[in-house]
């Protein structure tokens, strides 16, 4: 925290009382969608390259990504005056390609999927012994992340439980062993898309499930596997782990375009989302929801309000 402190934003934990009165509790809105470069991965890969020696970093940082990883490296690798290369899949987002170039990111283009690009970028790091930047199974990574349930405890200290958007899981190992060391009684809650579940059905079986494939609007959570690292962590520390449609997502973007005026993208809807779906099982006076990032692609936003249609919240 001491580390990343003059470095990340501080970013608002804001409060709506149109909410609360909708879920019947103090809900508190921890924004990392105003994080630079528009998601929380600037945290985690900022700490990660903190600890690489002049020599590793003069030898330039690699990774594979779908998105706000990959702008995240970026940009803290130009902070630090290393040379970042991503890989990205073809179809990835112009968008996205462009803003990780214009943090001076070197972008390959290659492959249908992010496993294709991953292991392309395997491929690269092998060659040219840059050091891999991992999206979410390294503890570097997890530790940056975790700096958010830092902050907002600060911020408001009566927090009795945090519902946390799950991937790969490097977001909510880092909350939730973070939040467990300033006060052990708090509950974490992960939620993922039911179209990308790995991470929920190896937490609830016992056993390591590994998807073939995975469907879901939320891009940044539609992870196949769990982390080796992320899985033994989230079982030790994360109270429960619940899963949403995407037409709850869809509903919970809209709502906060609405609602608090603010875009945020399908991965950082899912807390939010599983709030409305589970408020009256969760037993929590004020509940901290993580909105993990605000990259939306605004030509989705059509799709979304025909989700959304389906599964409208209260007005």
Known sequence: MERLTPIVHRTPLLTSATTDNLIGKHVYFKMENQQKTGAFKFRGASFKLMQLSKEQLNKGVITASAGNHAQGVAHAAAKLGARATIFMAEKTPHAKVNATR??????????????????????????????????????????????????????EDRMDTIMVPIGGGGLISGISVAAKHVNRNIKVIGVQACGASAMYESYHTKRVKNLKSVSTIAEGIAVKQPGKRTLPLIREYVDDIVTVTDEEIAAAILYMLERN????????????????????????????????????????????QQLAEKMRFPA
Not at 278 to 296: A, D, F, K, T
């Open 261 to 304: 005026k603010t875009l945020i993208e399908g991965a950082g809807a899912a807390s939010l989302a599983a709030l409305f779906k589970y408020h009256e099982q969760i037993r929590s006076r004020h509940c901290g929801v993580i909105v993990s990032g605000g990259n939306m692609d605004i030509n989705m936003l059509p799709s979304m």
């Open 102 to 155: 214009n943090y001076g990111a070197e972008v390959v283009l290659t492959g249908e999927t992010f496993q294709e690009a991953y292991e392309a970028s395997l491929k690269r790091q092998m060659q040219t012994g840059a050091v891999y930047i991992h999206p979410f199974d390294d503890y570097d990574v997890m530790a940056g992340q975790g700096t958010i349930a830092m902050e907002m405890l600060r911020q």
